[in-house]
């Protein structure tokens, strides 16, 4: 099993920044995938951003060009960089860690508001 801890959430105007962290309870290096999930009010959970063991991502087209996701193996961290927050990124954000047919873990999320 692995456990995941995001932090990092927050209030934060339109136009500004946050940084989410996502601590795991063990080694990362061989998991397939490190996501970030976010979940709004009323919507379903959507694929934010992923990251794989060989360091390749993809994002949200929601995000793309705003937000970087970005894991260190040697901290055992999954990192979301978000800049240029919209109101309609306020969510609750979830990081993930899945492996095809081993491993599809779930943190407790991290609420971030954005206000205009």
């Known amino acids: 099993q692995v456990q995941l801890v995001e932090s990092g959430g927050g209030l934060v105007q339109a136009g500004g920044s946050l940084r989410l962290s996502c601590a795991a309870s063990?080694?990362?290096?061989?998991?397939?995938?490190m996501r970030w999930y976010r979940q709004a009010p009323g919507k379903l959970r959507e694929l934010v951003a992923a990251v794989t063991s060989g360091g390749n991502t993809n994002y949200a087209d929601s995000v793309k060009g705003r937000f970087t996701i970005s894991r260190d193996n040697a901290k055992n961290m999954v990192y979301l960089q978000m800049n240029s927050l919209k109101p309609e990124d306020t969510a609750v954000y979830y990081c993930?860690?899945?492996?095809?047919?081993?491993?599809?873990?779930w943190g407790q999320g991290t609420q971030v508001t954005v206000s205009s």
């Open positions: 993930n860690a899945f492996t095809p047919a081993v491993w599809n873990f």
């Open positions: 063990r080694s990362i290096v061989s998991i397939t995938a």
